[in-house]
Structures are given as C-alpha cells and as structure tokens.
C-alpha cells in the first residue's frame, strides 16, 4: 500500500463530507510555496525565473499557518524552489504536522541529508524526493551533473531513519519509458514509498519549451511507462489519474482542488497559470471564473494540460462520488489494469486527439463492473 491507512481515510472522509455537505468547490491539496528560489535551474522550471529581490523574499511561518488553517485542506504539498533553503523550514513543518496535515515536502535532496536531524519521522511528514529518470537523464533534466546520486543517498539516509519517501517525476517529450520503467525497480528496492507522475506543464518563462508534451504525445509516453505495470511498483497517484494520463478514462480539470499560496497570495487560477492574486481563499473562488478554465473551456493555455495538481483532485472525487468510478478503482486496486496494446513508439507529429504515424486515441469511459 502507498499511503498509510489513516491518510487514506482522512482523505476519504474529507471528501465525502464535502460531497454531503453540498460543496461543490473544495480543496484536496494545498501547494504551499514559501519560496521561489532554489539551488538548480531546471530548464522545465517556470518557477524561478523572477528578479533577485522576488527570489529573496519568502513567506514566514505564520503566514504559512494563517494559508493552512484558512484553506482548510487535509494535504499540504510544499513545493518551490528548494524548500530546505527556507531557514525556518523544520518550524513550518513541526507546525503543520502539529496540525495533522499530511506533509509532503518537494526537494531536490541536495541539502536533505545536511537538515534530516532537524525533522522527526512522522505519518503526517513525507520527502518527496524530485527524480526525473536514471541518473544520466535526471542529471539532464535538472542542468547539473551528480545530482541524482546525491538524491539517492538521501533516499537511502531518510529510509533507514525511518521516514515515508516517495518520489515526483516530471516527464517531457525527451522521456524513455524503458529508462523511467527500470528506475521503478531501483525506487522500489530502496524503500521508496510510492512514485509520483506528472507531464510537464507548459511554463511561459522556463527557458527549455522545447521539452514539454503536446496532449496526444502524453497519453502515447504515458501508455508506454504504464501499460503492463509490475504488481510490485507502488504509485503515489490515484488509480483513476493513471488512467486518465493513458486515455482511458476522462477528467476535467478542477483547479480549485489543488489551489496555491506564495508570497503574492493565493494565485489565479492555478499553480500553473498565473493571472493575478486573491487576498484569501474565499476571495479566490469567489472572483475567478473557472469555466474559463481546463479543456473543455476552450483556452488555449489548458488544451495539452494533464497536469496531477489539476487532474488528481478529480479523479479523487470522482472515486468517492459516483458508483462507476469506486468500481473500477476497486477492480485496478485488486487485479490491476487490463492488458492493453502498448504503442511501440512516440509520434513525430501530433494534435489533440490523434497520432500522425499511428492510430487514435479515445478518450473512453469503462464500464461499471459486475459481479
């Protein structure tokens, strides 16, 4: 199991209450940003492309606490920048966990064995580790070698402290899923919890364009990383995501189910699109029009999006608010996906919906299982 019973349930209970309750709109997973400056430059990474006097400034803890408890979502994700550059971070982190909110903290590793003494393992407290392929892709895509060596011995330090690990893997258009499959196994042997996925988002100031995924080509690259999945690779991600990111089931974005907090305030809409800030939460779902957001709105910044922060609150949802999607991930969860043909190879040209060199891919709603 990927995720401890009690997290499983809190989320559960958590969702089902807001279902019952008549709340459309709620929050699943807080992206909590103290910060933007970090200690890679990434050429994916939309993040830290601000000027010096941005990069310096950083939220403090209470402001971190005042954005959890008005907020209000189970799940706190801390993403950057480099989380472990904050100072005060073994504070924001002993202060959420006080709180039971479950914590994963997004890093490089770079600095994670240097602050370990500073955090206390916890249920509530996970080190995401970032891990995009083996080392020689990894170091690629972070722009400096040996740092994937240095993220696996701080695996290998925080597991044998016993902390929960898991990884996030960001996969561009340059990915080999026979590399990414291989490092599944190695994760898995070190203990690693489960492994997080994600396509890259299109950010307007990451300087490497190039790498990012238009929507056919991510099903196609996902297909071929997932299609005949080991029983033993555990999967930080719910089963309903997973299938969306192969074409199998159909999601629509909710991005007020992952919504963001930095030093400017809440962001509009999303973590990935930054169009103007709310001064609290509230304020963010009252004054952003979401149906000028995700595919089926039509705006072009959302077209080739199937980014986890805008996808996973949904596919989480929908777990626990229709009898079609409970089926089918009990059914995932006890026997695993079906056998499905795997593409053999990514397209040299793409659209939205089909594949130059290759057959279309549907979109396809399963069927309510049967006894």
């Known amino acids: 199991m990927s995720v401890p019973v009690s997290q499983m349930w809190t989320v559960a209970t958590y969702v089902l209450k807001q279902r019952w309750s008549g709340r459309k709109q709620y929050p699943l997973v807080l992206m909590l940003e103290p910060l933007f400056r970090c200690n890679l430059a990434c050429a994916g990474c939309g993040k830290i492309q601000y000027p010096a006097d941005i990069l310096r ?22 993403p950057g920048g480099e989380p472990l550059l904050h100072p005060q971070m073994d504070e924001i982190v002993a202060g959420l966990v006080a709180r039971k909110k479950y914590v994963y903290l997004c890093t490089n590793a770079i600095l994670l064995e240097k602050h370990l003494d500073k955090f ?70 070190l203990g690693v919890e489960g492994m997080m996925l994600s396509p890259g988002y299109q950010y307007e100031k990451a300087p490497g364009q190039e790498l990012f995924l238009q929507r056919a080509q ?42 963001a907090y930095n030093i400017f305030g809440w962001q509009k809409p999303c973590y990935l699109l930054q ?32 980014v986890h922060c805008g ?10 608010s229709s009898l079609k999607g409970l089926a089918w991930v009990a059914r995932l ?39």
């Open 311 to 320: 996808y996973e609150p949904t596919a989480v949802s929908e777990t626990f």
């Open 57 to 78: 400034k950083q939220l403090t803890p209470e402001q971190c606490f005042k954005a959890v408890d008005e907020c209000g979502a189970p799940i706190v994700s801390i």
């Open 218 to 259: 991510t099903i196609n690259i996902f297909r071929r990383i997932l299609g005949q999945a080991k029983r033993r690779w555990k999967f930080n991600l719910s089963p309903l995501f997973m299938e969306y990111l192969q074409g199998y089931w159909n999601l629509e974005c909710t991005p007020w189910g992952s919504p």
């Open 120 to 189: 206390t393992p916890s249920k509530y407290l996970t080190f995401s580790i970032h891990l995009d392929g083996p080392k020689e892709e990894h170091d690629f895509a972070v722009c400096r070698e040996g740092v994937y060596d240095v993220a696996i011995a701080a695996i290998k330090a925080a597991v044998a402290r016993g902390f929960r690990v898991t990884t996030n893997t960001t996969v561009y258009n340059n990915a080999s899923a026979e590399a990414l499959r291989s490092m599944f196994d190695t994760l898995m042997d």
């Open 333 to 371: 969860t006890m026997f695993g996906a079906p056998k499905r043909p795997v593409p053999v190879a990514l397209p040299t040209k793409t659209d939205n919906d089909t594949l130059a060199d290759g057959p279309a891919l549907p979109i396809v709603e399963l069927p309510v299982l049967t006894r």
């Open 275 to 306: 169009e103007g800030y709310a001064q609290s939460f509230q304020e963010l779902l009252d004054t952003t029009d979401w149906s000028q957001y995700g595919r089926a709105s039509g705006n072009s910044k959302c077209a080739d999006c199937m």
